[in-house]
């Protein structure tokens, strides 16, 4: 029988369809599971990286409630946020202390007499004592303190800290990748030496889909997982490891320069 001549196929998710899902399910837990399984799809369809790791981190609320009954990963995203606003706070307070401090305090001007301007003009003194470095008490030199002045903070800075958080992997061969697979298995490892807390935040790939950007929590570094990558690169194939900095390109008219390449692996 031809399927084409029945018509359109009636989508999963219509509204007559969740009807027959609803009652498909034998309790809450088979619909959690099923929820669970939708947002694995969802991760694995979205290009977007913030969407794709918000979606990693819905998940894994989700396993932890399915296999254990609890729901620490939400607190410990929770902690992360408010210890990144207290020290959002603390900066604030001590700019607002330096700026205090840099003010100059303003002395009352005294009230003059009408007599007063006839007394300066009367000892209204020359060049020469103006000039002077000893004038009596009226002539003793006033010092300034200039004190340093506080940069904002740019875009540059919050760019920055993202990168001291990302660890590249450089891969010879290009293919797909399964970061909720790749970000569990890396926190395992570090669980199964002693890590309490998660140390991976998120998995994606590079721009041109070849490399790995590993992106740590907010207490940890890429720096860190460089140097622990004997606990977790049995977890994922690659063959080079290297923070992910900015680096510069150097040209010398006429002359051959060489670079040593750095073994970063």
Do not use: C
Request: charged fraction near 20%.
């Amino acid at each position: 029988m031809d399927l084409l001549s029945q018509g359109p196929v009636p989508p999963i998710f219509s509204p007559k369809n969740n009807t027959g899902l609803h009652q498909n399910y034998q309790s809450s837990r088979e619909a959690i599971l099923a929820a669970r399984d939708l947002i694995v799809i969802a991760s694995q369809l979205s290009h977007d990286r913030a969407e794709q790791s918000s979606l990693l981190d819905l998940l894994q609320i989700f396993r932890e409630f399915t296999e254990k009954g609890q729901v620490r990963y939400a607190s410990s995203i929770i902690a992360s946020q408010v210890a990144t606003l207290e020290n959002i706070s603390k900066r604030i307070d001590n700019k607002t202390k330096t700026h205090k401090l840099a003010k100059p305090a303003q002395s009352p001007q005294p009230t003059s007499s009408p007599q007063q301007p006839v007394q300066l003009q009367q000892a209204k003194p020359s060049y020469a004592q103006v000039a002077s470095p000893r004038t009596g008490e009226t002539g003793k030199a006033e010092w300034t303190t200039v004190q340093k002045k506080t940069k904002p903070q740019g875009p540059n800075q919050g760019v920055q800290a993202l990168r001291s958080r990302q660890l590249i992997l450089i891969r010879t061969v290009q293919s797909p990748i399964n970061a909720l697979r790749i970000r569990d298995a890396i926190n395992n490892a570090f669980g199964q030496k002693g890590v309490e807390h998660k140390v991976i935040a998120s998995v994606s790939l590079s721009k041109t889909n070849q490399n790995i950007i590993l992106t740590t929590m907010q207490s940890f570094t890429g720096q860190y997982l460089l140097d622990q990558r004997a606990i977790w690169k049995k977890e994922i194939s690659f063959s080079t490891a290297q923070l992910n900095q900015s680096w510069f390109k150097v040209v010398i008219h006429g002359k051959n320069a060489k670079f040593k390449k750095l073994d970063r692996s």
